[in-house]
T-cell receptor, first 109, second 113 residues
Framework: GIQVEQSPPDLILQEGANSTLRCNFS?????LQWFHQNPWGQLINLFY?????KQNGRLSATTVATERYSLLYISSSQTTDSGVYFC???????????WGAGTKLIIKP | DVKVTQSSRYLVKRTGEKVFLECVQD?????MFWYRQDPGLGLRLIYF???????EKGDIPEGYSVSREKKERFSLILESASTNQTSMYLC????????????FGQGTRLTVV
């Protein structure tokens, strides 16, 4: 089956720093999503981005489908950005999302 | 504002009890999912449903069953709760294959004692 790898597994930054999270996937996909899980366990959808680039405030994401990777950029980090960031993909007609192991981000004040 | 609502935020049950976890979505989505999340193991799919009265086993269905009598409601049932089912349970809703983003409920942290 399709493999999803996220890097780095852990990231510790000072408030105000920028960061780039990466998601690699082993096969072509028709759906890719980025999620943020806050310290209370809630999963929030950040981007639906099977290809191209999207921006939402300080966050942006780029997926290069032909090279099978996606990047999540966080600029001017705030302590509320702390949590785990997950990438999830779907292969056509599979009905399921395949999840990466996540990147744990800690933003220090 | 789209919503997926899980019936309980925290739940404590005794070993052997039958446990019902309820999930309701208001987005008219076809697909609904139940995951469990444990430290170091990530999100693991228990069951999913792509239509009313339809269900498919995920990666770890043993000890669980599900019910989807109405499109908006997907229930997870622990037939006889055991301590190894202590976990965070997450419900998700999604319009359809390849279409758009999935939305999650707030999660239910279940402790079986």
């Amino acid at each position: 089956g399709i493999q999803v790898e996220q890097s780095p597994p852990d990231l510790i930054l000072q408030e105000g720093a920028n960061s780039t999270l990466r998601c690699n996937f082993s096969d072509s996909v028709n759906n890719l999503q980025w999620f943020h899980q806050n310290p209370w366990g809630q999963l929030i959808n950040l981007f639906y981005i099977p290809s191209g680039t999207k921006q939402n405030g300080r966050l942006s994401a780029t997926t290069v489908a032909t090279e099978r990777y996606s990047l999540l950029y966080i600029s001017s980090s705030q302590t509320t950005d702390s949590g785990v960031y997950f990438c999830a993909v779907e292969k056509w007609s599979n009905y399921q999302l395949i999840w990466g192991a996540g990147t744990k981000l800690i933003i220090k004040p | 504002d789209v919503k997926v609502t899980q019936s309980s935020r925290y739940l404590v049950k005794r070993t052997g009890e039958k446990v019902f976890l309820e999930c309701v979505q208001d987005m008219d989505h076809e697909n609904m999912f139940w995951y469990r999340q444990d430290p170091g193991l990530g999100l693991r799919l228990i069951y999913f449903s792509y239509d009313v009265k339809m269900k498919e086993k995920g990666d770890i269905p043993e000890g669980y069953s599900v019910s989807r009598e109405k499109k908006e409601r997907f229930s997870l049932i622990l037939e006889s709760a055991s301590t190894n089912q202590t976990s965070m349970y997450l419900c998700a809703s999604w319009r359809g294959q390849g279409i758009g983003e999935a939305f999650f409920g707030q999660g239910t942290r279940l402790t079986v004692v």
